[in-house]
């Protein structure tokens, strides 16, 4: 059964940090690639940031370019956002995807709420 467990998210002042974190299991996790997505109230959900499966080759959205950082553990099975600088339109549900070929799984999302 494949799962994609999403974690970190809160609320956190303008100019904080937080991790995210993305547990995967049920699938050959080292084989896909992992991207990021955030969907804010009434807007279209877009790309955050993207790995390879390898973790060699990563790409950003223009939006968080210098203030978020992808990564990934695979003998750990888990993905990470680190998140900077955060800004109040940063604030959205974050999910997780796993991606390879026909194959195209999510995670539930994890709130980010940037706000004083």
């Known amino acids: 059964q494949v799962q994609l467990v999403e974690s970190g998210g809160g609320l956190v002042q303008p100019g904080g940090s937080l991790r995210l974190s993305c547990a995967a299991s049920g699938f050959t996790f080292s084989s896909y690639a992992m991207r990021w997505y955030r969907q804010a109230r009434g807007k279209e959900r877009e790309l955050v940031a993207g790995i390879s499966s390898a973790g060699g080759i990563t790409n950003y959205g223009d939006s968080v370019k210098g203030r978020f950082t992808i990564s990934r553990d695979n003998a750990k099975n888990t993905m990470y956002l680190e998140m900077n600088r955060l800004k109040s339109e940063d604030t959205a549900v974050y999910y997780c995807?796993?991606?390879?070929?026909?194959?195209?799984?999510w995670g539930q999302g994890t709130q980010v709420t940037v706000s004083s």
């Open positions: 995807n796993a991606v390879r070929r026909e194959y195209d799984y």
